[in-house]
């Protein structure tokens, strides 16, 4: 895609908009207050925006549209209509009780509820996550999209491609952040926030008008709808499979089971404990902002889904061959390797994957790659249906066989062969459609959402490893100017180690991007929440129960994983979750605490409620019921 001189010139303004404003707002910081939580001072639209912008990325537009290009369709967004509910949850359950503590990160909480030990823990957690996980994913959907779009061009001789757009990205965010912390990333995000929405409510126009001028050359499944159809009416008949919020309980990714408590799971943990996104929150002037913000931030929580979710669906509709264009270089490889040892399956040491758009795309290859798997397995003939299930259990066999051998003897799985790249369907809507003039300001939107994100990430991160574990245990009697260098210091760490994971991702054996985030956060969030939740219910539950909590989640849910790899991993979620509330309850039943803890709290701030964001916290749970019911 090429770029004219408008383009360029809105690009380089907005972002030197973007980093500028935030690091003027931020020259006069001193403490580590004023630092890591803006200095209490940050106002409810300011939160509002800021939450939405901190959430909303490339993981999104990216991820979100992508999983909604497959089958998944507008079940997507259950992440996001759910998600405005559980705003306003913690908006009058959660803030509160935070805010009342005094506390500059969520692990501190848990040293005054419960102890040391369990604050350390849940600081070590969230940091790994924050660095290997989420900044290492969005800065790979950064790059993902800078490849899509410009793919082998070169920029100052440097050829774009996902590593050194990773890098350039990630450094990019950890300088504007590292200058000007909490402060610089609210004031940025007011800019990057609202021109998230604007661009995409651009994209979903550009694409319903695309997809109603569209021939059936161009959309061969029109021939099924009446020639004369709006653009609305073709959208919904060629889709109507997928505006669905429920799907089957066997469905992979969300199945109707998911909805009724897996899903809540991540949201809550996201929304409530995730020390990205609370420490906007937590730099609020007083709980009454605070409230109003996180409420205006559930009310644009309805919206996303159709400036995101509704973009990927056309995608496909339109640009299902790009997607399988691109999926062609991503398979590349592994085709090869196939090639080469397709004629020795005994000998040949490996096996290979592929997911049920690649049998459908290439059932010629798939047999073949079945047949193959068969005879490595050792099996003369394999029952299933479709071959993706007969791919399975030749898999399985395998990975049975694989526990009787040598480690060194091992058959060694190949990553999976996809039929499509459904990752790359919200740059295409942008190549495609997005005119000269527009593109500029599309593409600095989406690389100011990746370091809007980034910048949270970072922040938070570093306040974490400053304060509850620097502070704690390395420099107890650290001065203020000092636990604002190694909060800096921080950041360029976690950036680079974030930038030399973020290529690695590529691989389709993760499953895409978004699916990789919410996968290995079940390793910690369900435990999170049920160490959070059982605490600030059960008055009298002792320090051991805590720290059994967030220790034993970990090895729960990988347990549920190796032994139940058909199960959707929301579902592994709420299992992992009411596993560990059970082993804390009987924990506490055998030794509860004699006396209740007593909580510090913090004269310096208005607790008072607002009774405006009640009100509209009403209104937004009902819209959000109202949703479901219309596309239930």
């Not at 993902?144 to 410009?150: C, G, I, R, V």
């Not at 669906?313 to 592994?334: H, P, Q």
Request: net charge neutral; aromatic share 12%.
């Amino acid at each position: 895609m090429e770029l004219g001189l408008l383009d360029i010139t809105v690009f380089v303004v907005f972002i030197a908009s973007v980093i500028g404003i935030g690091v003027f707002k931020s020259m006069k910081e001193k403490t580590s207050e004023d630092y890591f939580l803006a200095g209490r001072g940050l106002s409810w639209w300011l939160i509002g925006f800021s939450l939405i912008a901190a959430n909303i990325s490339t993981e999104q537009f990216i991820g979100m549209s992508g999983s909604a290009a497959k089958w998944l369709g507008l079940a997507i967004a259950s992440y996001e209509w759910m998600a405005a509910i559980t705003l306003v949850v913690v908006a009058f359950c959660f803030l509160p009780k935070f805010l009342k503590s005094g506390i500059y990160t969520i692990p501190e909480y848990l040293e005054y509820r419960y102890n040391e030990t369990a604050r350390s823990l849940m600081a070590v957690f969230m940091i790994v996550i924050y660095v290997f996980v989420t900044f290492a994913a969005v800065v790979y959907s950064g790059a993902l999209t800078a490849k899509t779009l410009f793919g082998g061009q070169e920029i100052f001789g440097v050829a774009i491609t996902i590593k050194s757009a990773s890098w350039a990205i990630g450094l990019l965010a950890a300088i504007y952040v590292g200058f000007g912390g909490l402060k610089a990333c609210a004031w940025a995000d007011l800019l990057q926030g609202s021109a998230l929405i604007v661009g995409g409510g651009i994209v979903v126009i550009l694409a319903l008008k695309a997809l109603g001028a569209a021939t059936v050359e161009e959309v061969p499944a029109l021939a099924n709808i009446d020639e004369t159809a709006g653009a609305i009416k073709r959208f919904t008949e060629l889709n109507s499979h997928k505006l669905h919020m429920v799907l089957p309980k066997s469905d992979p990714e969300i199945p109707w089971t998911a909805l009724v408590i897996g899903l809540w799971i991540p949201n809550f943990y996201y929304w409530g404990l995730n020390q990205y996104i609370t420490q906007r929150t937590l730099g609020a002037k007083s709980l009454g902002e605070g409230q109003k913000g996180i409420v205006f931030a559930a009310a644009l929580k309805l919206i996303i889904p159709f400036i995101i979710v509704v973009p990927g669906i056309i995608a496909f509709n339109l640009y299902g061959d790009d997607m399988k264009t691109e999926a062609i270089d991503t398979n590349a490889a592994v085709v090869s390797t196939f090639e080469e040892v397709q004629d020795s399956p005994a000998d040949s040491g490996v096996a290979f994957v592929f997911d049920r758009y690649y049998e459908e795309v290439y059932p010629e290859k798939a047999a073949e790659i079945v047949t193959f798997n068969a005879a490595v397995a050792g099996m003369d003939a394999v029952e299933g249906e479709t071959a993706i299930a007969k791919n399975g259990a030749a898999l399985e066999a395998i990975a049975i066989k694989n526990k009787e051998l040598a480690k060194e003897d091992r058959v060694k799985f190949q990553q999976t062969l996809i039929g499509y790249k459904h990752d790359s369907a919200f740059a295409l809507l942008i190549k495609r459609l997005v005119p000269k003039g527009l593109r500029g300001f599309m593409i600095a939107a989406l690389l100011g959402a990746v370091m809007s994100s980034l910048a949270s990430m970072l922040n938070s991160a570093s306040t974490i490893f400053t304060m509850d574990i620097y502070k704690k245990y390395l420099n107890k009697g650290a001065s203020q100017t000092g636990l604002v260098t190694v909060g800096r210091i921080c950041v360029g760490v976690f950036a680079v180690i974030g930038c030399f994971i973020a290529p690695l991702l590529d691989d389709p054996k993760f499953g895409g991007i978004f699916k990789y985030i919410q996968e290995f956060q079940g390793y910690i969030s369900p435990g999170i929440l049920a160490v959070f939740v059982f605490g600030l219910t059960i008055k009298k539950a002792p320090p051991l129960a805590g720290v059994v909590g967030l220790i034993i989640n970990p090895p729960i849910y990988f347990i549920l994983a190796q032994t139940l790899p058909g199960m959707a991993f929301l579902d592994r979620m709420a299992l992992s979750f009411f596993s560990v509330l059970i082993l804390m309850t009987i924990i506490t039943v055998v030794k509860p605490l004699k006396v209740a803890v007593v909580m510090p709290v913090n004269t310096d701030i208005n607790l008072e409620h607002s009774n405006v964001a009640k009100v509209l916290g009403v209104v937004v749970i009902i819209a959000t019921l109202i949703l479901y019911a219309i596309f239930w």
